[in-house]
């Protein structure tokens, strides 16, 4: 049977079965079988009495068959695979104990007398829970239990903080260490840490527009962030801005000593002697950091205790110590992967070990928490992976249908600018993430669209700059993730919705919710913009 006829059955297919409910692994899967059998053993359909005498039947194990299964096999048994469980657990540990709340309370402090201040410390929020864990579901219900409630007692406009808690929860999409990044590394065997890499500044490139937009739109209209009354003992804007500047200090007191005892057991050992370190010394671990490094701390200790005074930086530090959890465990994360001492799943699982120290010292370890975030990391991981098997099988199957030489040469051949090829693309990818869940989109279409942008002329994708050959498959992941943001909150399937809704308050409906999403939709439309029409953006870090 042919190419096209096949693509057509697999599309309506698809279609119908996630319409009637069918879980996407599942539908997945079905369709991959019949892919199988409409290309290379179609008599099944039309004789199902010659069972056992075609290419697919008579021969079990050899085959399409047998790569088939080969590549679940592979995909499955990746090492990489193993940090997707282990940030999943880290988030729900995060989620269900004290952490998070703490580090709203500090955030909350400091920003409480600026317009917009708690929307905006909700967007800081989410900006470091998805530093830390990359988990999007996990941060939106977390923020609409912490920041909703503060929101709304406020008197926030509805829609304002209804578009904040859930355009900021999904950032974990773009910020890494995000999940979706590791699962399109691990498709298109595109490096996860050059991905990590690219995605840094289009991430924080988001988070600021979603916080500038909320700083213009307050400024406009005051009357959708009042600030809150003032409080007897409150500190004044100069008073908090000192406190501020001591709690920073012990911050670097911290930070700073555990690099002089770093740099010193590198020393005292001998490591950083080895002859091989001389052309590409340890980063601030070399015998020459010490006396810089013991000068640092020395002067942020002066700073904290004789310029701002012990007063302040006692009180500096009793409001600003809940940011020290997160802080500690965003650096255990991305510091172990770009500091070249571990890679992905080895830093993941430091930091699933991290959050439960924290816990621990913080008394608030027990076998209910253990249990529940166990819980929800089964069930969490379950899904990915059977939808993981069913895409991947489909993927397989049309694959070995030549369905992405069918695709490629379809598109290319029609002569399209690069440009509107691109932005089919995007309208295609921004329709399936309206009605299907990420994870098959990444196993689904990635397979089919990446090898077509890579055969497109290089010197026409954007506008401003120009990539560099080896840098497309990062520029496509980083452009592929800022429109599973979008498709976070698109109806009439964003989940972002759904995950609110789950613990909003029984007034705020979901046509509320997604009325609430449309501005921020906007806002992520113009990111994705900036990346087509600059997509160099990407590559300044790497």
């Known amino acids: ?113 600026v317009r917009g201040g708690v929307a905006i410390v909700t967007s800081l929020m989410a900006v470091i829970m998805a530093a830390m864990s990359g988990i999007i579901g996990g941060e939106v219900v977390l923020l609409g239990l912490i920041a909703l409630p503060q929101m709304l007692r406020l008197g926030y406009n509805q829609n304002l903080a209804i578009g904040t808690i859930c355009a900021s929860g999904s950032l974990g999409t773009m910020i890494p260490p995000s999940i979706v990044l590791i699962i399109y590394g691990l498709i298109t065997e595109t490096s996860i840490k050059a991905l990590f890499t690219g995605a840094f500044v289009p991430g924080f490139m988001l988070a600021s527009f979603i916080i500038l937009y909320i700083v213009i739109r307050t400024q406009i209209r005051p009357e959708d962030a009042p600030l809150p009354d003032p409080q007897p003992g409150d500190p004044t804007g100069v008073q908090k801005l000192g406190m501020f500047g001591a709690f920073l200090c012990v911050m670097g007191m911290g930070f700073g000593s555990l690099l002089f005892l770093r740099a010193l057991y590198f020393t005292l050992t001998g490591i950083n002697a080895d002859p091989d370190l001389i052309a590409d010394p340890i980063t601030l671990g070399m015998g020459y950091h010490l006396m810089p490094l013991a000068i640092f701390v020395a002067g942020a200790a002066v700073m904290a205790f004789l310029v701002f005074g012990r007063e302040r930086t006692k009180a500096g530090w009793e409001h600003g110590k809940g940011l020290v959890p997160p802080f500690t465990v965003i650096g255990v994360v991305l510091g172990s992967i770009y500091g070249g001492i571990t ?180 806002i992520q439309m113009t990111a994705l913009a900036v990346l087509l029409i600059w997509p160099n953006i990407v590559t300044v870090l790497l």
């Not at 692994?25 to 009495?49: C, D, H, I, N, R």
């Not at 096999?73 to 469980?85: A, K, M, Q, R």
């Not at 098959?440 to 279409?445: E, H, K, N, R, S």
Request: aromatic share 12%.
């Open 343 to 522: 890679g992905i799943t080895e830093a993941a699982g430091m930091g699933a070990l991290a959050v439960f120290i924290i816990a621990v010292a913080r008394g608030e370890a027990s076998v209910a928490l253990i249990w529940d975030s166990l819980m929800r990391t089964l069930r969490s991981t379950g899904t990915i992976i059977w939808v993981t098997v069913g895409a991947a099988a489909l993927a397989g199957a049309y694959t070995l249908a030549g369905g992405p030489n069918y695709i490629a040469n379809l598109i290319v051949g029609s002569e399209m600018p690069t440009m509107l090829v691109l932005l089919t693309m995007m309208v295609i990818l921004l329709f399936m993430g309206a009605f299907m869940d990420w994870v098959g989109i990444v196993l689904l279409i990635i397979p089919v669209f990446l090898p077509i942008v890579k055969r497109l002329p290089i010197e026409e994708i954007g506008f401003i700059g120009q990539l560099a050959p080896h840098h497309v498959s990062i520029w496509f992941g980083v452009l592929f993730c800022m429109n599973m943001q979008v498709s976070f909150l698109s109806p009439p399937f964003g989940p972002a919705a759904f995950y609110l809704k789950s613990v909003a308050p029984a007034h705020i409906s979901l046509t509320d919710i997604f009325k609430g999403f449309l501005p921020f939709i906007g």
């Open 1 to 113: 049977m042919d190419i096209g006829t096949i693509s057509l059955v697999l599309v309506f297919g698809l279609i119908i079965l996630l319409a009637i409910g069918m879980p996407l692994g599942f539908a997945s899967a079905v369709l991959a079988l019949v892919v199988l059998v409409m290309k290379f053993e179609p008599t099944l359909l039309l004789q199902p009495w010659t069972f056992g005498e075609g290419m697919l039947t008579s021969r079990p194990g050899t085959g399409a068959l047998y790569i088939l299964t080969q590549k679940i096999f592979d995909l499955l048994t990746e090492y990489v695979l193993i940090s997707v469980p282990l940030f999943i657990f880290m988030a729900a540990l995060l989620e269900r104990s004290g952490i998070a709340k703490q580090m709203y309370t500090s955030l909350d402090f400091w920003l409480s007398r």
